[in-house]
Nanobody
Framework: VSLEESGGGLVQAGDSLRLLCVTS?????MGWFRQAPGKERTYVAA????????DYADSAKGRFSISRDIAKRTLYLQMRNLKPEDTAVYYC?????????????????WGQGTQVTVSS
């Protein structure tokens, strides 16, 4: 399974951005993680492809929205009211499991990441 992210860029605080992740095959669940400079990779959100059940990290609740288009094999992350602390490389991940987890070890496949930079 290959994953390819896009949609990152340089934006100002308060702006919105939508990330995309196109997959080569359908899996059970998919998620978004991010890694800021000098920090560990952290969980953002996940979705079960079959029924659209979602889960969010506390930092993402209320501002980020994860969704999928099964026909297009595409995962989305809509980000609103971006803050400088959202600056990170955002990674798309996929798992063959139907369980929704925020643990990176749960995921079997990873994309290369897309950079999001939020200026103040």
């Amino acid at each position: 399974v290959s994953l390819e992210e896009s949609g990152g860029g340089l934006v100002q605080a308060g702006d919105s951005l939508r990330l995309l992740c196109v997959t080569s095959e359908r899996t059970g669940t998919m998620g978004w993680f991010r890694q800021a400079p000098g920090k560990e990779r952290t969980y953002v959100a996940a979705i079960r492809l079959r029924d659209g059940t979602t889960d969010y990290a506390d930092s993402a609740k209320g501002r980020f929205s994860i969704s999928r288009d099964i026909a297009k094999r595409t995962l989305y992350l809509q980000m609103r009211n971006l803050k400088p602390e959202d600056t990170a490389v955002y990674y798309c991940a996929a798992s063959n499991s139907l369980l929704i987890r925020g643990d990176s070890t749960h995921y079997d496949y990873w994309g290369q990441g897309t950079q999001v930079t939020v200026s103040s």
